[in-house]
């Protein structure tokens, strides 16, 4: 950010009408000394506001851009991650594309010749309306990967087409590693141990966290829409909380049910109601395994999540809410509420620039 903030701004110079939106989301690592110190001339001008909030205890990645989304004003949102640059006339880029047709989104491609810009693929451009309209970012949705991918069909679901930006200068990002990505996220840090059972046709994995709490779920292969990836049956992980003995694990599900599993030497084993066909979860304690794992995870999670909305032609999601919480503007210690979006513009006279 220290190296893509001040160029964004910079690079934008030319469009009067926009407002740079940063949310700090509980950032340990010195964000808000560094933006209070050097970005003070921004702030100053209403060019820049930034917001913090100390809640979230890990990354959310849905989370996070609903509630900054829900702190913007304008007709139009425009996602720009950390780690992108805008290029230099980008919002006047936006402007154009929507002045001349109301009815699109802006976004980038995701053929394989764009893949060394994949950095970029959560840069998107919408109404303000339209992105409210979807209920936002799906926040099942917490970790890396499709969550971008479902919001723009969603969007399409609404009757939206999809404009995808060709100009490669406005797409420049600093490349990171997918374990750079998902360094901050629950999965990563609080998986405590992985097992895994087979069956024919099916993979049944039971993930074990830290604060007591389980995921699991039986997984399937689907067609290269998904680029091989499984998905899980049902389109989400059954949770609980866990308890072991050296006897036997107990898993307590949210919907009340109870799965006791026999621990042996190799991981454990659940006896079906017939006490005839033997299930067994192999404990795996590989680090290759587990990191891949991990990678994998969000991957799964999220793509099973689309799969549902897209079968169900779910064009708005989060029911509940979405983007809420606690947060503080330009430094203040006065809190802020966050329940729904902020009053903003309704969408405008097509024929002025925004």
Not at 242 to 270: A, C, D, H, S
Not at 273 to 295: A, C, G, W
Not at 304 to 326: D, F, T
Not at 327 to 338: A, D, G, I, P
Request: net charge negative; with cysteine.
């Amino acid at each position: 950010m220290k190296q893509t903030l001040p160029q964004n701004l910079l690079d934008n110079e030319d469009y009067p009408q926009l407002e740079f939106i940063l949310l700090d989301y509980n950032s340990k690592d010195g964000m808000e000394a560094w933006v209070k110190q050097e970005m003070a001339s921004f702030i100053a001008s209403g060019r820049l506001t930034y917001f913090r909030t100390e809640a979230p205890a890990f990354f959310n990645r849905s989370h996070s851009r609903n509630l900054a989304f829900n702190l913007c004003s304008g007709a139009l949102l425009c996602n720009v991650d950390a780690d992108n640059f805008t290029g230099k006339g980008f919002a006047a880029y936006l402007n154009a594309e929507f002045c001349s047709d109301p009815g699109i989104l802006v976004n980038s491609h995701f053929l394989h010749e764009y893949l060394p810009y994949k950095d970029a693929f959560g840069r998107f451009g919408a109404w303000r309306n339209d992105f409210h309209e979807a209920g936002g970012y799906d926040e099942a949705m917490a970790s890396y990967g499709y969550e971008d991918i479902d919001f723009y069909e969603r969007l399409v679901l609404l009757g939206r087409k999809e404009v995808k930006i060709d100009n490669f200068s406005f797409l420049r990002s600093i490349a990171h590693d997918d374990a750079e990505r998902i360094s901050q996220e629950f999965f990563h840090n609080n998986l405590e141990k992985l097992y895994l059972a087979y069956g024919n046709g099916f993979t049944k994995t039971l993930f074990l966290f830290k604060d007591k709490t389980f995921e699991t779920g039986t997984l399937t292969a689907q067609d290269e829409y998904y680029e091989g990836l499984f998905t899980i049956q049902g389109g989400a992980w059954q949770k609980g909380a866990w308890e072991i003995t050296p006897e036997e694990l107990r898993l307590r599900f949210r919907n009340g049910k109870e799965m006791v599993l026999g621990t042996t030497n190799q991981g454990l084993v659940y006896l079906l109601k017939d006490e005839s066909t033997r299930l067994s979860f192999f404990h795996i304690s590989n680090e290759v395994v587990i990191e891949e794992v991990k990678q994998k995870y969000s991957l799964v999670t999220n793509v099973s999540r689309m799969k549902k909305n897209m079968e169900a032609q779910k064009a708005r999601v989060n029911p509940e809410g979405y983007g809420r919480g606690m947060v503080y503007r330009n430094f203040t210690r006065e809190k802020t509420e966050v329940k729904e979006p902020l009053k903003g513009v309704s969408v405008p006279d097509m024929n002025r620039n925004l």
